[in-house]
């Protein structure tokens, strides 16, 4: 296993990536250095790019299910649908489609509630895929996230935000529902305000080694 260790400092509003060092680190007990351990589960539900959008935002999801039952289901193309990655409730964190490209995870928009959603000028709704990424979590919307999910998830958090100068606030990270009011994804136990504190302050936060 190998991972990028960073270390960020502000500048302005702009974080800036100091130092890349790559170490392996099997065996390490040191939290500061738990490494993530990216699987690739490639998903064929995808639009190639994200249009002239980038990812400016980052969707918060729960599977209503296992970890393995979601990659079985996004690697199907009869599902039509995917997201970029899947937590589960070990911290395992499974990619199925590149953050380059629009996973199929936040495609309807009912009644948003999200600050920042995009209307385009014939009134309707530019579809959320193209301009954010979408993490999934184990379990279901009444279940407790585990420890690991929180640290691998706001770890990821981390990592996405700074490759694509995503703002960490609630503007910008979101759940599901605030999209698509019709669901209750991810659910009423996730603190996503949690979630942003621990991706704002880690001492030492790992990169994923591939995007
Ligand atoms: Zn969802």
Redesign the pocket.
């Known amino acids: 296993m190998n991972c990028q260790l960073i270390t960020t400092t502000r500048r302005g509003n702009q974080q800036q990536l100091l130092g890349l060092l790559r170490t392996p680190l099997l065996g390490t007990t040191n939290k500061n250095f738990n490494c993530m351990n990216i699987i690739n589960k490639p998903s064929p539900n995808f639009l190639p790019g994200r249009k002239k959008f980038k990812p400016e935002a980052i ?4 599977m209503q299910g296992t970890l393995y039952g979601t990659d079985s289901w996004f690697q199907s193309p009869v599902s039509k649908v995917s ?1 970029h990655y899947g937590i589960g409730k070990k911290g395992e964190v499974h990619q199925y489609v590149n953050e380059k490209d629009s996973a199929y ?2 495609g309807r928009v009912n009644a948003p509630t999200w600050s920042l959603i995009k209307m385009a000028d014939n009134g309707l709704f530019i579809n959320p895929d193209y301009y954010t990424v ?1 993490i ?1 979590h184990e379990g279901d919307i009444n279940t407790d996230w585990t420890d690991e999910m929180y640290t691998t998830s706001s770890n990821l958090i981390r990592a996405i935000s700074l490759r694509w100068s995503i703002p960490l606030d609630r503007d910008h990270i979101i ?3 605030e999209i ?1 009011s019709l ?1 209750t ?2 659910g009423n136990i996730v603190d996503i305000n949690k979630l942003i504190a621990m991706a704002e302050n880690p001492k030492m936060v790992n990169e994923p080694v591939t995007a």
């Not at 969707?59 to 729960?62: E, K, M, R, S």
Request: net charge neutral; proline share 6%.
């Open positions: 969707v918060i999801h729960i997201a995870h936040a979408g999934e759940g599901h529902h698509y669901k994804c991810p």
